[in-house]
């Protein structure tokens, strides 16, 4: 993948890429508290952790800082924590989701409760609970730590593709596809998923919806894969719940779609939400911004409250041994002020077997596809490499440690 956060215009073919895993990349995301380092995972069953230098990349980058493996089959999601430091969760092909403690380098925890591939995760606002969606038509909202699924709907009417926590509103948006193939969304009490709170139906197309929740505006955005438009809407706490206010309209079809943290937006023209769309037949990212209109070129701090900054509320042995926090608020009125001290600083640590919940993730995992079991063989080659440069390594200590013997054996003093 790319990463060109201080260039504008067309790039060079050449560019440089993020280019370490050996399949293809499926997910990526910035970490909220350390601004140069991203997760990404991908097909070869890994989850990296990148660092990106100042200034943006000058080179190829294939290092990472962190390579994780745990899942035995590809990997489709990953989130960071959003009150924790360096607490990562993951999603493979495998049905599992993975909780990687980054500080250590190693899964810490492992949720085990899904019979098909996860589709989505989302965490509620201080990140005590996690929404998932599934294969299986299921939605379910569990606690992360224990993995214990506290709610469970069915959906059978309404097969369910992506959700999103509405804030501390202790509700969820679902977007999905009802029992005759038209695009709808439903609203859900996070306590009570027997039956959504709402359904609405979209339209009659077949691209999926992504959810977009604005917790400051209480604005929701729905955008669809292969759509050229994104409609926003406004989320109240009383019914009808859901107001429809109008469309971004664009004929350019999107293929993916992006955000800018909010403490990267444009404060002085009124922006409060910015997308960044990918359109692959032209090869092109598009920022689209959604401004307030106001006249006044004063802070507006009605648009502006105090939102979630750039500071950890928990460290993750915190958050490991129970301890809930909601995240630490800051203001926009003065700018963004790059003022965190956090510093990512990778394990030093061994390959070794990678056991949670008393089960060896990597033993005896056989391939079962020829895909698989190439990207195996990759995985051996770099632990062949790595292993060499190790040897190497002590080689040179170990003459290194001959030559001070024998100099401190034939020193005058010991003579």
Not at 131 to 150: F, H, I, M, N, W
Not at 273 to 300: A, D, H, N, W
Not at 334 to 340: A, D, F, L, V
Request: one cysteine or more; a neutral charge.
């Amino acid at each position: 993948f790319l990463d060109f956060p201080f260039q504008t215009g067309r790039i060079e073919p050449n560019y440089p890429k993020v280019c370490g895993h050996q399949g293809n990349v499926l997910d990526i995301k910035w970490n909220p508290f350390i601004e140069n380092i991203i997760a990404s995972c991908s097909e070869d069953t890994s989850v990296r952790a990148w660092e990106i230098p100042e200034g943006g990349l000058k080179r190829n980058m294939t290092e990472a800082v962190l390579e994780l493996y745990g899942h035995s089959r590809r990997v489709g999601l990953v989130e960071w924590h959003p009150t924790t430091n360096n607490i990562l969760f993951s999603a493979g092909y495998d049905y599992k989701v993975l909780i990687w403690n980054l500080e250590v380098g190693e899964p810490v925890k492992m949720i085990d409760c899904h019979s098909d591939v996860i589709l989505c995760m989302s965490f509620n606002a201080d990140g005590s609970l996690l929404a998932t969606t599934c294969k299986d038509k299921r939605l379910r909202v569990l606690e992360p730590r224990s993995g214990r699924v506290l709610q469970e709907a069915n959906c059978k009417n309404h097969r369910v593709n992506r959700v999103v926590f509405l804030g501390s509103t202790k509700r969820l948006l679902t977007t999905g596809v009802s029992r005759w193939n038209t695009r709808q969304i439903a609203l859900w009490d996070q306590e009570d998923l027997s039956m959504p709170l709402i359904e609405e139906e979209i339209d009659g197309l077949s691209g999926l919806l992504f959810p977009f929740y604005d917790a400051d505006t209480h604005m929701l955005y729905l955008a669809g894969k292969g759509d050229g438009n994104i409609r926003y809407y406004e989320i109240g706490s009383e019914k009808p719940y859901l107001s429809y206010l109008m469309e971004f309209r664009s004929p350019a079809p999107q293929k993916g779609l992006g955000v800018m943290p909010k403490h990267g937006l444009d404060v002085s023209a009124c922006e409060v939400f910015r997308f960044y769309k990918l359109i692959t037949l032209k090869g092109l990212i598009e920022p689209i911004s959604m401004i307030v209109p106001r006249r006044s070129e004063t802070y507006q701090e009605d648009i502006y409250p105090m939102t979630p900054g750039t500071e950890p509320a928990l460290t993750p042995d915190e958050w490991l041994s129970g301890v809930n926090r909601d995240p630490i608020l800051m203001s926009l009125k003065e700018g963004y002020k790059r003022n965190s001290k956090i510093v990512f600083k990778a394990p030093a640590r061994e390959k070794k077997s990678v056991v949670v919940n008393g089960i060896d993730l990597l033993e005896n995992v056989p391939p079962r596809t020829e895909n698989e079991l190439l990207r195996m063989f990759f995985r051996q080659q770099d632990e062949i490499r790595r292993l060499k440069d190790e040897l190497s390594q002590k080689d040179i200590r170990i003459r290194q440690l001959q030559l001070e013997l024998k100099n401190f054996r034939n020193s005058p003093k010991n003579n």
